[in-house]
């Protein structure tokens, strides 16, 4: 059973930065592309970044692009999210995600387990 544990969220002023973490143990975390997600209360769960399997690729949503980037450490089992220059449209839970594949990917059903999400607040 694989498990995503995600970690680095806080609150933050608007324009600084966070690095979020995701641990994954229990599977063979370097054959499959992961991703991040987040939710803002009331609003659907959206694609952030993805990343392939030997970090050759990645994927930015529109909105992030430019300001987060998206990286790996295999022999870590860890993903993370580096976020600059944060907005006060970044507040949200962040999910980790792990692809069923080694593609990056941003479509959501091509993800199989899910982190418990890790809070981030950036305030104006």
């Known amino acids: 059973q694989v498990q995503l544990v995600e970690s680095g969220g806080g609150l933050v002023q608007a324009g600084g930065s966070l690095r979020l973490s995701c641990l994954a143990s229990?599977?063979?975390?370097?054959?499959?592309?992961m991703g991040w997600f987040r939710q803002a209360p009331g609003k659907e769960r959206e694609f952030v970044s993805s990343?392939?399997?030997?970090?050759?690729?990645?994927y930015y949503a529109d909105s992030v692009k430019g300001r987060f980037t998206i990286s790996r450490d295999n022999a870590k089992n860890t993903v993370y999210l580096q976020m600059n220059s944060l907005k006060p449209e970044d507040t949200a839970v962040y999910f980790c995600?792990?692809?069923?594949?080694?593609?990056?990917?941003?479509?959501?059903?091509?993800?199989?387990?899910w982190g418990q999400g890790t809070q981030v607040t950036v305030s104006s």
């Open positions: 990343i392939s399997w030997d970090s050759s690729s990645t």
């Open positions: 995600a792990k692809s069923k594949g080694s593609s990056r990917t941003y479509y959501r059903g091509a993800y199989d387990y």
């Open positions: 229990g599977g063979t975390f370097s054959r499959y592309a």
